[in-house]
């Protein structure tokens, strides 16, 4: 079970590994893109390249969904960035359970966005976890971890591929070591867990009255979806690729002054330390270094304010 293209490793590692898949179960196709044309995800089309029947319910714990799955039947599930939570109903069909491989470090950020939440607090270690699925939000016992650094060059594409394949190792390893029964699941410290709300589209603004380090992390971590923006003049300006510093600068300016802008950068106050901005996108533009930008841009302004 899984949908976006971070499950599709795990999809890969099983086919590869000569699991018997009785069915991949994935969220219906939906429309992408300006004409909003439908196209199925590479999940659904690595399933039907290897001839494995393919399962897309709106709600999995409705229409009759739990019997035509249980009479599919199976020895163990799998799931991955599946989008939905599995009922008890789904979730006693496997006989030896649910293995689920998340990207985190459980307890550390449960749910839908733990990528990018990581990047977002400034952590410097992440990581996969496999862990026996229950009817909670990645609430379960875990089996095996694996750990990788989070560097300031990673953003979220890069840490992206970089933990679909850890995970995707990670599942085989685990279900190896599972069928020997030489894995002992451990319950997780939920004192110690942290959440990964679902990503929402207005998170992107840049609030300039935060710390210039969070707003470098948070660019990172949503490029290039759901992007991050400003306004400059009233238009409104995507910040593609930024730097930043721990310069300290008058107080008297206004956090999200527009301080200096050279060739290739535009140095923004914040509330503590300098963003620097070195790729954007105005409204109906391409995107663009600074030194490719034809805007008319100047010091003072503050951005977002305007």
């Known amino acids: ?35 909003n044309v439908i196209e199925f995800s590479n999940i659904k089309k690595t399933a039907i390249k290897n001839n494995i029947p393919v399962l897309q319910p709106e709600k999995i714990r409705k229409d009759n969904w739990p019997q035509r799955i249980s009479e599919i039947g199976c020895d163990l599930a799998v799931t991955c960035a599946f989008g939905q939570i599995l009922p008890k109903s789904i979730l006693e069909i496997p006989k030896y359970g649910t293995i689920n491989v998340h990207a985190s470090l459980l307890p550390k950020f449960r749910g839908a966005s733990p990528m990018q939440r990581a990047i977002i607090e400034g952590e410097e270690i992440t990581g996969v976890t496999t862990m026996l699925t229950d009817v909670g939000m990645d609430t379960g016992d875990m089996l095996l971890k694996k750990e990788t650094n989070i560097t300031k060059e990673d953003d979220i594409c890069s840490l992206h591929d970089r933990l679909s394949i850890m995970g995707s ?77 721990d310069e300290i ?37 391409k995107r663009m270094q600074l030194c490719q930008c034809g805007h008319n841009l100047t010091c003072g302004i503050i951005l977002g304010g305007c």
Request: hydrophobic share 35%; charged share 25%.
């Open 169 to 245: 190792n990670l599942l085989i390893d685990t279900i190896k070591l599972y069928e020997q029964d030489k894995i002992i699941p451990v319950k997780q410290d939920d004192s110690l867990a942290t959440y990964a709300p679902m990503i929402k589209k207005e998170e992107g603004r840049l609030d300039f009255n935060q710390d210039a380090l969070r707003l470098f992390n948070v660019i990172r971590a949503f490029n290039p979806w759901p992007g991050t923006y400003t306004s400059y003049c009233g238009k409104t300006m995507k910040i593609i690729k930024a730097e930043y510093s």
């Open 249 to 285: 600068c008058e107080s008297s300016i206004a956090n999200g002054t527009i301080l200096n802008i050279e060739k290739d950068k535009m140095a923004v106050k914040c509330k503590s330390g300098i963003l620097y901005i070195t790729e954007l996108q105005f409204e109906d533009r």
């Open 1 to 35: 079970m899984g949908t976006p293209d971070f499950a599709l490793p795990c999809l890969e590692a099983l086919i590869e590994s000569g699991y018997n898949i009785n069915a991949v179960i994935t969220q219906p196709d939906r429309p992408k893109g300006r004409h």
